[in-house]
Each structure stands twice: as structure tokens, then as C-alpha cells.
């Protein structure tokens, strides 16, 4: 079974400044995906950013970018210029590829706290 | 509609009732997910929906859990015999049926049982 683990409850960034969340996942799939998604107080999950696991190439979004080592079976995420928005927990999840159920598995979150 | 619309947004029932929670996805997205996160947290799991029938039942935790989507849109999540363990928040996404579909999610269904 796929597993996703997130090994920082809690971090906390000062604005403007850059955090990086951390996030280890275990498979034995060689096509599968990877995502970071926020979730504020409205408990609505937002997608972030996404990675294809055949991609080399690490993805970006704007201020939002990864550290995709599949080797390593790592995929961190880094937050530049630290916004007030920002703060939420961010959940990494990984998703299996292929046809099917596209169900994604959720690791268990890390608090942002962004200070101003 | 615009969103993934889930009401109630919060339910409080007592132990032993039965409860049921709505989903309204996105217009045009077949493929509907119902997930639950339990305090502390991240979202597991439940069924997916491709069209009108469960294509994956395998999250539900036992036969008191129950889901329907009759005419391939709204889906209801059904509970019966509520346990104090299944207070949580119980989310809905939905996507379009394509390996790369988004799927976007619905602000939640926060159930309390007492």
C-alpha cells in the first residue's frame, strides 16, 4: 500500500521570507503522481502544484515550487516571498497512474503559521 | 454550478441516527470522490463515482456507510447507526475522467456525533 508522510506538524515562516514543507512517500509504482494541496479554515482543499512522476523536471508555480527526488522517494515543497495568505495546512498526497480510480492518498499535514 | 457544493455544512445528530450528506459537483465532471477527515488529520479515501455507479467502494469502512449518485450528478453520502467515531469532515471532489483531471473539492460536510 501507498503511504504518504509528512514529518513536520507545525512550521512557521516570516512573511516575505521562504519555508520548504517536507513530504516522503513509499511506492512501488513507477507512474504515478504527486501533489501539494492547501486547505485554509473554509476546509476546502486547493490544489497547489502537481508532479508527474515521469517528469525530471521540477514544477513550479509562481512563488510555489518542488524538490522532487523520486529516487529518494522525496517531494518537498518551497514557498518563496512568504505571503499572510499562505497560512493553512498543506497536505502532500500521491495518486497512482494509469486508468481507474484516480483516489488520492493523503499524508497527515503540516501547519503553516506565516508571522508578519 | 460554479463549485463543488456539499450541504449541510455542519450536522450534529445524536448516536444511533441516521444522517445523510449532499454533494452537488462541478457541471460536466462524471467522476466524483467522497473523502473523510477525521481531526488531525489528512482526507481518506471513501468511493469514486464514474457516471451513476460506484466504480470504487473500497474506502467505506463497513455497512453503515452508504452512497448513491442516481442521475450521475448529485451524490449523498449515507450513514446509518451514527457512531461517535464517525464525527469528522466529510468531503466531496469532483473531476473531469481523464488521468490528469483536477479534481476540485467542496468545502465539507462537518458531522458531529454525540
Known amino acids: 500500500a501507498q503511504t504518504v508522510t509528512q514529518s513536520q506538524p507545525e512550521m512557521s515562516v516570516q512573511e516575505a521570507e521562504t519555508v520548504t514543507l517536507s513530504c516522503t512517500y513509499d511506492t512501488s509504482e513507477s507512474d504515478y503522481y504527486l501533489f501539494w494541496y492547501k486547505q485554509p479554515p473554509s476546509r476546502q482543499m486547493i490544489l497547489v502544484i502537481r508532479?508527474?512522476?515521469?517528469?525530471?523536471q521540477n514544477a513550479t508555480e509562481n512563488r510555489f515550487s518542488v524538490n522532487f527526488q523520486k529516487a529518494a522517494k522525496s517531494f518537498s515543497l518551497k514557498i518563496s516571498d512568504s505571503q499572510l495568505g499562505d497560512a493553512a495546512m498543506y497536505f502532500c498526497?500521491?495518486?497512482?497512474?494509469?486508468?481507474?480510480?484516480?483516489?488520492?492518498?493523503f499524508g497527515k499535514g503540516t501547519k503553516l503559521s506565516v508571522i508578519p | 454550478g460554479a463549485g463543488v457544493s456539499q450541504t449541510p455544512s455542519n450536522k450534529v445528530t445524536e448516536k444511533g441516527k441516521y444522517v445523510e450528506l449532499r454533494c452537488d459537483p462541478i457541471?460536466?465532471?462524471?467522476?466524483l470522490y467522497w473523502y473523510r477527515q477525521s481531526l488531525g488529520q489528512g482526507p481518506e479515501f471513501l468511493i469514486y463515482f464514474q457516471g451513476t455507479g460506484a466504480a470504487d467502494d473500497s474506502g467505506l469502512p463497513n455497512d453503515r456507510f452508504f452512497a448513491v449518485r442516481p442521475e450521475g450528478s448529485v451524490s449523498t453520502l449515507k450513514i446509518q447507526r451514527t457512531e461517535r467515531g464517525d464525527s469528522a469532515v466529510y468531503l466531496c471532489a469532483s473531476s473531469q475522467p481523464r488521468e490528469t483531471g483536477e479534481l476540485f473539492f467542496g468545502e465539507g460536510s462537518r458531522l458531529t456525533v454525540l
Open positions: 498526497a500521491y495518486r497512482i497512474g494509469g486508468a481507474g480510480s484516480y483516489q488520492l492518498t
Open positions: 457541471s460536466g465532471h462524471t467522476a
Open positions: 508532479q508527474e512522476a515521469y517528469k525530471q
